[in-house]
């Protein structure tokens, strides 16, 4: 424990400071060897015993369809969830750029070491190193997987693979079907699934939402769902249950997630004891369609891909930015990345990518229409791939993006330059795991981008699809059948006092949202929280606004439980209530975000606390005193 891990003064109003939270399953030994070791020492169940062992899964995106099809093929009884009406609905499938792996097909001094290198360094040095080397060493594994479910990744004349670069790295790794990658992998995980729902040993429930996780004798033992069609509350009981639930950005209202992204499952799961780790690490992407008003509901993203051929700038002189780009002539450009960082040049990490484009439009340098005062946008511009390489082949790469593009801007982005802002993107944070992926709570083992652990303070582009199927294709399946070994577990009653509790709470909740028949919308609740939480707990965080924050999210959270108006009832078809009810837990979840940013007096990655940055502005760790994950036990709220 440091002094400034002890809440002194301000602090000491937010949080305690627990005893420290040890990570017990990773093996000993060189950590190269780790991964081998544990697979290894992992208790093995034989095929014949594994028909008598359940596993809920929740989520169908690439972490939790991946590791449902797995489990099914292995033997094992496995019930799927999602909220959407297909699987393949899951937001994975908007993921565009592409997916990381150590091929070093291009023999440009690739390798586990770098990945695992560049990981960590791209992550501010915040990520659980033993994951990540996993991840690294895992990576190549899955191309191989995927090239084999028949994923058409893109490839170069000659037949093989193709590869680009992303930010943060140097070399070329990242794996793609044009901008398309999310979507081609996650029909090659939903194919792999429906192949284990037909033989009977997935069963499918689409449309389903988990609202509770039930949890016996201290282990997790079953969720409480409810079927989105009728109404129906449902009890599901396993032997282990497997949250693979996603990120938790729309927190934020305004994000590149889709609108149904939420944090619920994780939040159940937190308040019946699971650790929520590293809150406040959110990663807001550099390359996204700036906001044009006040009406929108969604931001879209433009793959990070684009940076490779794309060069980002601002006018020099505040009095162009109004002009035409294109009669801006070189001279008057500031090509702010490759100045200010030229060994990576337009390809740094995202975080401070990100930074930079709100510093240049802090500064008045910005483009593009005013939105209140200012003008939100720097321009990614094209001419010069296109006067090199010619537009067929730009189309070739990033056509679909264009068009994308042009559709919701109006401008053609092959004769004028994009226009970019960060957006609100992916959450670092997660609830806690350890090395087999495994919550604090026995039994709830969480997969995706709905853990922790392998990002740190800033994930690097590419890296999510990877993480999301090396937990589904390969570490859980190895790491789960460990705790399925000492199964099945005691039969569980569906009237046992944990399972009753955990539906009355369930209906409970439904009951009280629908009654309390207020004047408010949900939507204008969860706008509100999302400004507050962009204005002070997004790009840049202070200890006063924080905690300003936070009183403002308390105040919020009171009024929406006096004045928040949910229509239609809850037997039947109702997307309010659904709403409401993932709302309610956002509006949790902002407070401890802010806890999490205000109590890490430090800027790392996606973390910039202003009162902690260098002469220059860019984050200043404080490795002596931050250099730990900060896991958060649910106590109450105020
Ligand atoms: C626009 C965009 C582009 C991206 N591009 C890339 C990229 O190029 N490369 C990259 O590596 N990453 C990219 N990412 C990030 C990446 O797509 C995600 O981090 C990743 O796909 C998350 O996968 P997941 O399986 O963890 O969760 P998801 O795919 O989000 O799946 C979550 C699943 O959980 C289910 N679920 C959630 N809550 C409940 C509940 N309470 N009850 C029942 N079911 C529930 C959902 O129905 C869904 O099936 C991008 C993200 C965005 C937003």
Redesign the pocket.
Known sequence: MTDLMTPEGVDADYYRVGEEIADTKAPAGPIAAKWTSRKFDAALVNPANRRKLSVII?????????AAATLGEAGYHVKS????DS?R????????????AAKNYKEDGDSIYRLFYDTVKGGDYRSRETNVYRLAEVSANIIDQCVAAGVPFAREYGGLLDNRS?GGVQVSR?F?AR?Q??QQL?IGVYQALERQVAEGTVEM?TR????ELIVEDGRARG?I?RDLVTGEIETHLADAVV?????Y?NVFFL????M???????W?AHRKGAYFANPCYTQI?PTCIPVSGDHQSKL??M???LRNDGRIWVPKRREDCEKDPRTIPEQDRDYYLERIYPAFGNLVPRDIASRQAKNMCDEGRGVGPLVGDFRRGVYLDFADAIARLGRPAVEAKYGNLFDMYARITGENPYETPMRIYPAV??TMGGLWVDYDLSSNIPGLFV????NFSDHGAN?L????????LA??YFVLPNTIRDYLAKGPYPKLDADSPAVAEARRSVEERTQRLLAINGERSVDSFHKELGHIMWEYCGMERTETGLMKAIDLIRSLRAEFWRNVRVLGSADTLNQSLEKAG?VADFLELGELMCIDALHRRESCGGHFRAESQTEDGEALRHDDQFLYVAGWEYAGLR
């Open positions: 929740v989520g169908t995106g690439l972490a939790g369809g991946a969830f999602c909220y959407q699987p609905r899951a937001h994975s499938i908007a993921a565009q750029g592409g997916i990381n992303f990242t793609y901008g990658t999310g996650l429930y389903h939402e988990m609202l969720i769902a949250l693979g639930s996603g990120g950005g994000s590149t997630n889709a149904g992204s939420n944090v619920t499952a994780g159940r992407h879209t993203l793959s990070e891909s993107h992916y997969t995706g981008e709905a994930r582009g590419a890296s999510a699809l990877m993480q999301g937990d589904g993932r």
